[in-house]
């Protein structure tokens, strides 16, 4: 059974490397063998890795996406995986669990893991939203009455 994607209006997504644009309408794309891919939500670029959880994915997607460089980015993997471990040593279990994916080849799950870090911590400290203000307008629609011809 083929994996099937589901695109909008100008979402990009990264399939083994290649960078793919999508145009003005959505698209259906299905994929009957073995890819590495992420959609262009799932993508960090370099220059967004201002902490340590953000390297680590970062990494992580480069052994995914370029698997011909896997054996370079391994030693930054854990040079950076030891650094987290020292910055946060109370999320041990949590790096343990990222590691064996990535060993074990399953980076696509190490990424999910590793975004559930940062997430977490950047919506504690992040201050709250303003709630928006709400402006109710109510509009009537005039109908035509029915003509009668007779």
């Given at each position: 059974m083929?994996?099937?994607?589901?695109?909008?209006?100008?979402?990009?997504?990264?399939?083994?490397?290649?960078?793919?644009?999508?145009?003005?309408?959505?698209?259906s794309?299905?994929?009957?063998?073995?890819?590495n891919?992420?959609?262009?939500?799932?993508i960090l670029?370099?220059?967004?890795c201002?902490t340590?959880?953000?390297?680590?994915?970062?990494?992580i997607?480069?052994?995914?996406?370029?698997?011909?460089?896997?054996?370079?980015?391994?030693?930054?993997?854990?040079?950076i995986?030891?650094?987290a471990?020292?910055?946060?040593?109370?999320?041990?279990?949590?790096?343990?669990?990222?590691?064996?994916?990535?060993?074990?080849?399953?980076?696509?799950r190490?990424l999910?893991?590793?975004?559930?870090?940062?997430?977490?911590?950047e919506?504690?400290?992040?201050?709250?939203?303003?709630?928006?203000?709400?402006?109710?307008?109510?509009r009537?629609r005039?109908?035509?009455?029915?003509?009668?011809?007779?």
């Amino acid at each position: 059974m083929p994996l099937k994607l589901v695109l909008r209006p100008g979402e990009k997504l990264i399939v083994n490397g290649a960078v793919i644009g999508i145009g003005d309408h959505p698209v259906s794309l299905f994929f009957y063998n073995k890819v590495n891919f992420l959609r262009g939500r799932e993508i960090l670029k370099e220059e967004n890795c201002d902490t340590i959880e953000k390297r680590l994915y970062f990494v992580i997607q480069l052994i995914y996406i370029f698997p011909e460089d896997a054996a370079t980015n391994m030693v930054h993997f854990a040079a950076i995986l030891e650094e987290a471990r020292a910055q946060h040593p109370d999320k041990e279990a949590l790096f343990d669990e990222v590691q064996t994916l990535v060993r074990e080849g399953n980076n696509y799950r190490a990424l999910k893991l590793c975004r559930k870090l940062f997430d977490i911590k950047e919506t504690m400290d992040a201050p709250p939203a303003p709630k928006p203000t709400v402006e109710v307008v109510r509009r009537r629609r005039k109908v035509a009455a029915p003509s009668i011809d007779e």
